[in-house]
C-alpha cells in the first residue's frame, strides 16, 4: 500500500502541477483532516479542477488518482512489468498520458440529472415506468425503457455522432470490425476475490465500480418514487434544491444504528 501511495502522490505531482498550475492553483477549503490533507496538505474540500463545468473536490481526485495508479500498477505486473510512468503504450501515448484521461473521465462519470416517465403510484410501490432517462454532464445519455414499453422498431442499443449500433452488433459505421482489432487488448480483470486480499490487486468488482452501479440506480429509484425530474451534484453526492430527494438518500437509521453516523 505504501508503495501504490508513493506511486499516487507521484503522478498526483505530476498530473496537478502539469495541468493545474501547481498548489496555489486550488480553490482553498475549510477542512483540515483526513487522509487527503495529510499527504497533500490540501483540504479535501478544495476544488482541484472543472470536468465539463463541474467542480471537482480535492478528495474525489485524490480517491481517482489512488485508484487509477493502483490499476495500473497492476495492470503493469500482470504482464512482469514494473510500474513506468514514462512507458509508451500505443501511438506516442505513455503510461501516465492513459491514467491522467482515466482519472478525468472517472471525475466526471456521474449523472447529473436524472428524468421519469411513470404512472403516478404508491412511493413504497415496486413501481412500473415508461422511461428513465439519466443525462450527464457532457450531454451522453442513458436511457431505460420498462418492460412493455419499448420502442417498436428497428431502434439503436447506442447511438453516437460517428454511427449507431443495433441488436446483433449491428453497426453503421464503416470498417468498425477492423477499428475494433486494431485497439489494444483491455487490462486482465482480477475476478480472483480471495487472491486478490492476498495479493492487495484491485479487485474487478471494486468498491468504486460498485459505488457508481448503486448511484445510478438509485438516482433512479428516487425520481420514480417523487415521479420528477431530479439534478444531481455529483460534488456532494446529494440532489440540488431538493430536500424530498435527499431525504430517500439519508434515511434516518433505528435504534442504536442512527448514533454509528
Request: overall charge negative; aromatic content about 10%; glycine content about 8%.
Amino acid at each position: 500500500m505504501k508503495r501504490i501511495l508513493a506511486a499516487a502522490l507521484s503522478l498526483a505531482l505530476l498530473v496537478s502541477l502539469a495541468a493545474c498550475g501547481g498548489k496555489d492553483r486550488f480553490d482553498a477549503g475549510k477542512v483540515e483532516e483526513g487522509v487527503c490533507y495529510q499527504l497533500t496538505g490540501i483540504a479535501p474540500d478544495a476544488v482541484a479542477m472543472k470536468v465539463d463545468g463541474i467542480d471537482v473536490p480535492m478528495d474525489m481526485y485524490f480517491y481517482n488518482l489512488c485508484y487509477a495508479a493502483s490499476y495500473m500498477e497492476s495492470y503493469m505486473n500482470t504482464y512482469g512489468m514494473d510500474l513506468d510512468w514514462s512507458m509508451e503504450l500505443q501511438e506516442g501515448e505513455t503510461v501516465l498520458d492513459v491514467t491522467k484521461d482515466s482519472i478525468l473521465e472517472n471525475t466526471k462519470s456521474f449523472a447529473v440529472k436524472v428524468e421519469v416517465d411513470a404512472p403516478q403510484q404508491h412511493p413504497d410501490a415496486v413501481g412500473i415506468w415508461r422511461s428513465i432517462t439519466y443525462t450527464y454532464a457532457d450531454g451522453c445519455q442513458i436511457i431505460l425503457e420498462g418492460e412493455g414499453f419499448e420502442s417498436k422498431g428497428k431502434v439503436p442499443y447506442i447511438e453516437g455522432p460517428k454511427g449507431k449500433v443495433y441488436k446483433g452488433f449491428e453497426c453503421t459505421i464503416p470498417n468498425v470490425q477492423e477499428i475494433i482489432n486494431e485497439l489494444p487488448d483491455p487490462a486482465p480483470r482480477q475476478t480472483d476475490f480471495l487472491d486478490c486480499v492476498r495479493s492487495r490487486r484491485q479487485f474487478a468488482l471494486n468498491e468504486s465500480n460498485g459505488h457508481h452501479s448503486a448511484t445510478i440506480v438509485n438516482m433512479g429509484v428516487c425520481a420514480l418514487r417523487l415521479n420528477r425530474t431530479l439534478n444531481f451534484d455529483p460534488k456532494t453526492q446529494t440532489f440540488i434544491n431538493d430536500d424530498a430527494a435527499n431525504r430517500l438518500v439519508f434515511q434516518p437509521m433505528r435504534g442504536e444504528w442512527g448514533k454509528l453516523i
